[in-house]
Each structure stands twice: as structure tokens, then as C-alpha cells.
T-cell receptor, first 111, second 114 residues
């Protein structure tokens, strides 16, 4: 049961540019999380935003949440080649016992 | 160093064989999870356990089995009944319920059926 869907599926930018990824979900949630996955590795948690928050920052990351539109965005500012990875949004299931992940956005940052 | 250890990293199996993937955590987390990832796909939940000696099926449990006899261990068996087992398997854990806090992931196990 896919809850979050990321857009775009793939994004290619130059170092120094900003990268924006979007996530849409279907049902009401109390939080939304973003994770990063380097090729062939496990996922790493980036940020969690609660339903009563509109925006959250962590270093070069900025996450927004619009509960009325059931959407979230992840902005990476001043991208670096090391940011090349897949980025996933994740939302709780109805019982809040697990997370459901989208298919991810594959980001390529070229030097 | 606290974390989640998955082994083996790569595993090859012949059709008809059962294989067991290991997942161990020393984070003292109550909940553990197994996800499957196929190329270009998101993660799909196989099984999860919120407490020792208890586990629940996820979205794609058919052909898989698990046990949770110890808090730190949550092995996954891929049985011969799993029709398409070639995939990347990820184990995760969380301190509390997985839907309200951060998941910590292992480095994954890649299973290839020959």
C-alpha cells in the first residue's frame, strides 16, 4: 500500500544548484519523514516534520509540509556531488506502527 | 558503536532452497522491521515486530517467515515458496512505534536466485 509518491523520479543538476523533491500522500498523518539512500546502501534518516509544523531546517536541508494539499517538499541548497543519492519520503500507516515509503527521487549532482 | 548489522551482504541461492538473512541490533530498540527493495522501487514491508515473541505480517509476507526470540535479533527466512526472491533486503529498528519516530537501517543484504 503505497502512501507517499515522490516527484520527480529523477533529477540531474550541477554542483552549487538547489534540488527540490516533492512528496504527495493520501491519508491524514501526524508526521512525515525523509530518508536518503546511497547506491547499494541502507537508508539514513534525514528529517522528521510533524503535522503542526510548516517548515523545518537541518543544515542545507529545508522541508515543508502542507497538510491541506497532503504534500511535502525537500529542498537541498548548494548541492554537492556527495548529495548524489536516492531520497525517499515516508509516512506512517494507519496504526502508526510502521512507515510506508515512496519510490524515491534519484538525484544526480555533477561536479 | 551502536547500530544494525545485517549478514550476509551478498547471498546466492538455487531455486527451491530456503535462506536465512540475519539482522542484529545493539540499540536496545523494541521494534524491528524487514523491507524488500526492487530496482527503481520503494521499500515494501515484509514483516515487523514490536516486541519479543510477537510479529505481524506486512504488505508482502507470503513466502517469508521470521522469528523474534531475542530483542536484538530478527532473522528473516526466504522460503522456496517465495516466487521472485531476488531483491535487496533491508532490516530496520526503532525505539518505539515505527510510525512516530526515526527508523535505523542496516546496510542491506542482496539475495540473488540462480
Amino acid at each position: 500500500s503505497q502512501q507517499g509518491e515522490e516527484d520527480p523520479q529523477a533529477l540531474s543538476i550541477q554542483e552549487g544548484e538547489n534540488a527540490t523533491m516533492n512528496c504527495s500522500y493520501k491519508t491524514s498523518i501526524n508526521n512525515l519523514q525523509w530518508y536518503r539512500q546511497n547506491s547499494g546502501r541502507g537508508l539514513v534518516h534525514l528529517i522528521l516534520i510533524r503535522s503542526n509544523e510548516r517548515e523545518k531546517h537541518s543544515g542545507r536541508l529545508r522541508v515543508t509540509l502542507d497538510t491541506s494539499k497532503k504534500s511535502s517538499s525537500l529542498l537541498i541548497t548548494a548541492s554537492r556531488a556527495a548529495d548524489t543519492a536516492s531520497y525517499f519520503c515516508a509516512t506512517p500507516n494507519s496504526g502508526y506502527s510502521t512507515l510506508t515509503f515512496g519510490k524515491g527521487t534519484m538525484l544526480l549532482v555533477s561536479p | 558503536d551502536g547500530g544494525i548489522t545485517q549478514s550476509p551482504k551478498y547471498l546466492f541461492r538455487k531455486e527451491g532452497q530456503n535462506v536465512t538473512l540475519s539482522c542484529e541490533q545493539n540499540l536496545n530498540h523494541d521494534a524491528m522491521y524487514w523491507y524488500r527493495q526492487d530496482p527503481g522501487q520503494g521499500l515494501r514491508l515484509i514483516y515487523y515486530s514490536q516486541i519479543v515473541n510477537d510479529f505481524q505480517k506486512g504488505d508482502i509476507a507470503e513466502g517469508y517467515s521470521v522469528s523474534r526470540e531475542k530483542k536484538e535479533s530478527f532473522p528473516l527466512t526466504v522460503t522456496s515458496a517465495q516466487k521472485n526472491p531476488t531483491a535487496f533486503y533491508l532490516c530496520a529498528s526503532s525505539l518505539g512505534q515505527g510510525g512516530i519516530g526515526e527508523l535505523f537501517f542496516g546496510e542491506g543484504s542482496r539475495l540473488t536466485v540462480l
